[in-house]
């Protein structure tokens, strides 16, 4: 069995919520960067020391298709890394966004079961579209399994990412989305998850450190 099939298996192939997860309640944290600025230090919010980081422009030159397409990335410690080079760039980067690693932080994550849920890169994180939600209708809550392998809600999608990404779930479309940055139930040392769009193929060859 694949990943992709196995991602299936274990939580089914729609992006509505699970009937074994209708009940649960489906209220959407509206976390603002701009009015709840992370604190410094915080690892998904700072370029932690160490490690030596793309600048925007040199990000843009770097993950720039090769002569036949392909972009030499990999993820490394739930960043992008550079194998040519040795350097790194945040979840979220835009060159790479254009070149379809579509990539983001999980918001809310305070107010949801974040430190319950495994969100080790590389394990499949659980996209359910909420049209229903008071607060947003294009709401995406992100969901990931515990230590006894039930379900639960991380956070969602932030408001920007989720409008385009509503319209195509909306139209049947299963996206499949991995962590590429989280911890193991009960640790927090990474800081708050972030998730990538891509294929479970994919993501084995970003984790292996291969080049991308």
Same mark, same amino acid.
């Given at each position: 069995?694949?990943?992709?099939?196995?991602?299936?298996?274990?939580?089914?192939?729609?992006?509505?919520?699970?009937?074994?997860?209708?009940?649960?309640?489906?209220?959407?944290?509206?976390?603002?960067?701009?009015?709840?600025?992370?604190?410094?230090?915080?690892?998904?919010?700072?370029?932690?020391?160490?490690?030596?980081?793309?600048?925007?422009?040199?990000? #843009?030159?770097?993950?720039?298709?090769?002569?036949?397409?392909?972009?030499?990335?990999?993820?490394?410690?739930?960043?992008?890394?550079?194998?040519? $080079?040795?350097?790194?760039?945040?979840?979220?980067?835009? $060159?790479?966004?254009?070149?379809?690693?579509?990539?983001?932080?999980?918001?809310?994550?305070?107010?949801?079961? #974040?430190?319950? #849920?495994? $969100?080790?890169?590389?394990?499949?994180?659980?996209?359910? =579209?909420?049209?229903?939600?008071?607060?947003?209708?294009?709401?995406? #809550?992100?969901?990931?399994?515990?230590?006894?392998?039930?379900?639960?809600?991380?956070?969602?999608?932030?408001?920007?990412?989720?409008?385009?990404?509503?319209?195509?779930?909306?139209?049947?479309?299963?996206?499949?989305?991995?962590?590429? =940055?989280?911890?193991?139930?009960?640790?927090?040392?990474?800081?708050?998850?972030?998730?990538?769009?891509?294929?479970?193929?994919?993501?084995?060859?970003?984790?292996?450190?291969?080049?991308?």
């Amino acid at each position: 069995m694949g990943i992709s099939e196995w991602l299936r298996s274990v939580f089914g192939g729609s992006n509505r919520v699970p009937e074994q997860l209708s009940g649960s309640e489906l209220t959407y944290a509206l976390v603002d960067e701009r009015r709840n600025p992370r604190p410094a230090g915080d690892p998904a919010s700072d370029e932690p020391p160490g490690r030596p980081y793309f600048s925007a422009d040199e990000a #843009a030159d770097a993950f720039a298709p090769d002569e036949r397409g392909n972009v030499h990335v990999a993820i490394r410690e739930g960043f992008f890394f550079h194998p040519p $080079t040795g350097k790194y760039a945040p979840p979220g980067n835009r $060159t790479l966004s254009k070149h379809g690693l579509v990539s983001f932080k999980v918001r809310g994550v305070a107010f949801y079961s #974040a430190t319950q #849920a495994d $969100t080790s890169p590389g394990l499949p994180a659980r996209l359910v =579209r909420e049209p229903s939600n008071e607060h947003d209708p294009n709401a995406i #809550a992100i969901w990931a399994l515990n230590r006894s392998g039930q379900a639960v809600k991380v956070g969602y999608v932030n408001r920007g990412r989720a409008r385009s990404l509503a319209k195509r779930m909306d139209a049947g479309e299963v996206v499949e989305a991995y962590f590429m =940055r989280g911890d193991r139930p009960g640790s927090s040392t990474s800081g708050p998850p972030a998730v990538i769009l891509t294929t479970g193929d994919r993501m084995v060859k970003l984790l292996s450190d291969a080049d991308g």
